[in-house]
T-cell receptor, first 111, second 114 residues
Framework: DAKTTQPNSMESNEEEPVHLPCNHS???????IHWYRQLPSQGPEYVIH???SNVNNRMASLAIAEDRKSSTLILHRATLRDAAVYYC????????????FGTGTRLQVTL | ETGVTQSPTHLIKTRGQQVTLRCSSQ?????VSWYQQALGQGPQFIFQ???????GRGNFPPRFSGLQFPNYSSELNVNALELDDSALYLC?????????????FGEGSRLTVL
């Protein structure tokens, strides 16, 4: 499975934008980039996914580099409820449900 | 639309015992996968069930087994428990072939092996 690299932790002030980076230099042409987050004492929650083009939804935006070797999850206005571990995952299309999680980025949001 | 529910939420077992964890998938979802999450780590894929058969497995020994029922609910069974089996066990459901590939996770069953 292709691997991703993320910073262990990041901090943000509430109401400010947050850019969470992810490197995936060995990504293959058919790998989708997925982001999940895990709030304390909960299971992971889907955030967003994309293949080549930038994507927006109600939770976040995903910016994908032109060579697809990196991507950035953007939270436009961080709130205290966004404090979580964020996982960048390359989806194994052979087994659609198999997500290979790394250790993710722990995001702290402060007032 | 009900979400993914898991039971029990917490349980304690001793080494050598067996445990069964249960999962009800989200309405309309026919695929269930199980993950193990050790403290401080990301979830690790155990296996996936579709149409009541296992159709994908991670790096876990045969003492980890499962079932999927006609209503798409699922069980995870672990035999001969070891101390390292202590973890949060997560169930996720999805629709096979869905374009988004989005998985819906339950809140997990926390297993402690003494």
């Amino acid at each position: 499975d292709a691997k991703t690299t993320q910073p262990n932790s990041m901090e943000s002030n509430e109401e400010e934008p947050v850019h969470l980076p992810c490197n995936h230099s060995t990504i293959s042409g058919t790998d989708y980039i997925h982001w999940y987050r895990q709030l304390p004492s909960q299971g992971p929650e889907y955030v967003i996914h994309g293949l080549t083009s930038n994507v927006n939804n109600r939770m976040a935006s995903l910016a994908i580099a032109e060579d697809r070797k990196s991507s950035t999850l953007i939270l436009h206005r961080a709130t205290l409820r966004d404090a979580a571990v964020y996982y960048c995952i390359l989806r194994d299309t052979g087994t659609a449900s198999k997500l290979t999680f790394g250790t993710g980025t722990r995001l702290q949001v402060t007032l | 639309e009900t979400g993914v529910t898991q039971s029990p939420t917490h349980l304690i077992k001793t080494r050598g015992q067996q445990v069964t964890l249960r999962c009800s998938s989200q309405s309309g979802h026919n695929t269930v996968s199980w993950y193990q999450q050790a403290l401080g780590q990301g979830p690790q894929f155990i296996f996936q069930y579709y149409r009541e058969e296992e159709n994908g497995r991670g790096n876990f020994p045969p003492r980890f087994s499962g079932l999927q029922f006609p209503n798409y609910s699922s069980e995870l069974n672990v035999n001969a428990l070891e101390l390292d089996d202590s973890a949060l066990y997560l169930c996720a459901s999805s629709r096979q072939g869905a374009n988004t590939g989005e998985l819906f996770f339950g809140e997990g069953s926390r297993l402690t092996v003494l």
